[in-house]
Nanobody, 129 residues
Framework: QLQLVESGGGLVQPGGSLRLSCAVSGSTLNNYVIGWFRQAPGKGREGVSC????????NYLGSVRGRFTISRDNAKNTVYLQMNSLRPEDTADYYC??????????????????????WGQGTQVTVST
């Protein structure tokens, strides 16, 4: 059974940086499209970024494009989300998700969290002074 474990969250000041990690076990990472999603208090879950199986194709939520970078190391079974220039509105619980089927399109995946079948437990990110 696929397991995903997020880490790297924490408290950071506006303008700061964090790198989130998503460690995958139970299967081979390169079989999966991976997405990062977030949920702020009192709000619904929204897609942040997705990456294709090879890492050659990525997509981002408009408000994070140019500030966040998704990457993957299939040899280490880990996906990363580098977050720079953080803003208070980035405060949320961040989740990684994986999907093996071909139904997930990287170009659309940030808008379709329901396409992902496996989810981690999340890591909290707080951007505040």
């Amino acid at each position: 059974q696929l397991q995903l474990v997020e880490s790297g969250g924490g408290l950071v000041q506006p303008g700061g940086s964090l790198r989130l990690s998503c460690a995958v076990s139970g299967s081979t990472l390169n079989n999966y499209v991976i997405g990062w999603f977030r949920q702020a208090p009192g709000k619904g879950r929204e897609g942040v970024s997705c990456i294709s199986r090879s890492g050659g194709n990525t997509n981002y939520l408009g408000s994070v494009r140019g500030r966040f970078t998704i990457s993957r190391d299939n040899a280490k079974n880990t996906v990363y989300l580098q977050m720079n220039s953080l803003r208070p509105e980035d405060t949320a619980d961040y989740y990684c998700a994986a999907e093996i089927s071909s139904k997930v399109l990287v170009s659309l995946c940030v808008y379709r969290p329901s396409d992902f079948g496996s989810w981690g437990q999340g890591t909290q990110v707080t951007v505040s002074t």
